[in-house]
């Protein structure tokens, strides 16, 4: 397996950046998490353009333009001979000192991992994901932005940490004034009332690539959407919930804090959004 680093492509194994990486001491870069669908890289350009959003609210200047890390993805793909992918694109603010000090990094740091996707089971997109509420809080914006893919995670991580004590894979996360925000690696949707809505992302999310695909797909089909300011009671009360992501797609959930959830299947609006979706990743991207 080969990986992208800083302009070439070098075994995994040898694939390293140093310990003084502001990425590794700080968390000080951001990151994409993309898909590739037999040869075709879903939504590949929204994702460009969110990682340079991304970079823009941290003032990183990114080293390379849209098109060359498009040819970079598309290099190391090919390099490693992949149809269906998983790709994490992700730039650091580079080598510096022990200090804060942006200005001390010289150059950012760029690679591309490519790998085969880790999914979930299939059982959970038949009988739907259990899921609980963190009691950790997402991140407040006016701290750091949830809406920018950073490379701090641990906001994130926390949460995960108690879904995992709960023996199950997602979280939802709220706001410090009781709102919804999203999971901790998938934003959230509710369907009630024939209905979809989600939070918006002001409100302490980031812009799912996938939250907007179905956003999309749902005005396409013709079922009425609006952005929602959401409370857990919102939740127990929907006829769906279901998360979407890079990795997850839409999955529906069935149980939030032990509470049925849908009558405990699927619903209707969730598997028809799944049938939608599936078409999109045939032709929404960019084709290698
Ligand atoms: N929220 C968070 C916190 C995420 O990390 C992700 C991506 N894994 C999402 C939502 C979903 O975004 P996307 O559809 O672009 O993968």
Same mark, same amino acid.
Request: aromatic share 8%.
């Given at each position: 397996?080969?990986?992208? #680093?800083?302009?070439?492509?070098?075994?995994?194994?040898?694939?390293?950046?140093?310990?003084?990486?502001?990425? #590794?001491?700080?968390?000080?870069?951001?990151?994409?998490?993309?898909?590739?669908?037999?040869?075709?890289?879903?939504?590949?350009?929204?994702?460009?353009? $969110?990682?340079?959003?991304?970079?823009?609210?941290?003032?990183?200047?990114?080293?390379?333009?849209?098109?060359?890390?498009?040819?970079?993805?598309?290099?190391?793909?090919?390099?490693?001979?992949?149809?269906?992918?998983?790709?994490? #694109?992700?730039?650091?603010? *580079?080598? /510096?000192?022990?200090?804060?000090?942006?200005?001390?990094?010289?150059?950012?740091?760029?690679?591309?991992?490519?790998?085969?996707?880790?999914?979930?089971? /299939?059982?959970?997109?038949?009988? *739907?994901?259990?899921?609980?509420?963190?009691?950790?809080? $997402?991140?407040?914006?006016?701290?750091?932005?949830?809406?920018?893919?950073?490379?701090?995670?641990?906001?994130?991580?926390?949460?995960?940490?108690?879904?995992?004590?709960?023996?199950?894979?997602?979280?939802?996360?709220?706001?410090?004034?009781?709102?919804?925000?999203?999971?901790?690696?998938?934003?959230?949707?509710?369907?009630?009332?024939?209905?979809?809505?989600?939070?918006?992302?002001?409100?302490?999310?980031?812009? /799912?690539?996938?939250?907007?695909?179905?956003?999309? #797909?749902?005005?396409?089909?013709?079922?009425?959407?609006?952005?929602?300011?959401?409370?857990?009671?919102?939740?127990?009360?929907?006829?769906?919930?279901?998360?979407?992501?890079?990795?997850?797609?839409?999955?529906?959930?069935?149980?939030?804090?032990?509470?049925?959830?849908? *009558? *405990?299947?699927?619903?209707?609006?969730?598997?028809?959004?799944?049938?939608?979706?599936?078409?999109?990743?045939?032709?929404?991207?960019?084709?290698?």
């Amino acid at each position: 397996m080969k990986v992208y #680093l800083n302009g070439k492509l070098v075994e995994a194994k040898k694939a390293a950046v140093s310990v003084f990486d502001h990425g #590794l001491l700080y968390g000080d870069g951001v990151f994409e998490g993309i898909r590739c669908y037999n040869r075709l890289i879903f939504r590949l350009k929204e994702h460009i353009d $969110r990682l340079f959003n991304s970079a823009d609210a941290i003032k990183l200047e990114m080293p390379m333009s849209k098109t060359e890390l498009i040819e970079a993805i598309v290099w190391t793909l090919k390099a490693n001979r992949l149809n269906d992918a998983y790709i994490r #694109l992700v730039v650091t603010r *580079g080598i /510096g000192d022990l200090g804060l000090d942006p200005r001390k990094c010289k150059s950012p740091t760029v690679f591309i991992i490519t790998d085969k996707i880790a999914l979930y089971p /299939g059982e959970f997109y038949r009988e *739907g994901l259990e899921i609980v509420t963190a009691e950790t809080r $997402r991140n407040l914006p006016q701290a750091l932005n949830p809406k920018i893919k950073s490379l701090n995670y641990l906001n994130n991580i926390l949460a995960k940490i108690e879904a995992i004590k709960y023996g199950v894979e997602e979280a939802i996360m709220l706001t410090y004034n009781d709102y919804v925000a999203e999971c901790t690696g998938d934003n959230i949707f509710i369907v009630n009332g024939g209905e979809l809505m989600t939070p918006p992302v002001d409100v302490g999310a980031l812009e /799912g690539i996938t939250r907007d695909a179905v956003i999309s #797909l749902a005005n396409k089909i013709g079922i009425p959407f609006r952005e929602k300011m959401l409370r857990m009671e919102d939740l127990y009360e929907a006829g769906e919930v279901f998360l979407t992501g890079t990795a997850a797609e839409i999955i529906p959930v069935t149980k939030i804090n032990k509470r049925r959830i849908s *009558g *405990g299947r699927p619903g209707e609006v969730a598997l028809k959004l799944m049938r939608e979706f599936k078409k999109l990743t045939k032709v929404d991207g960019v084709r290698y």
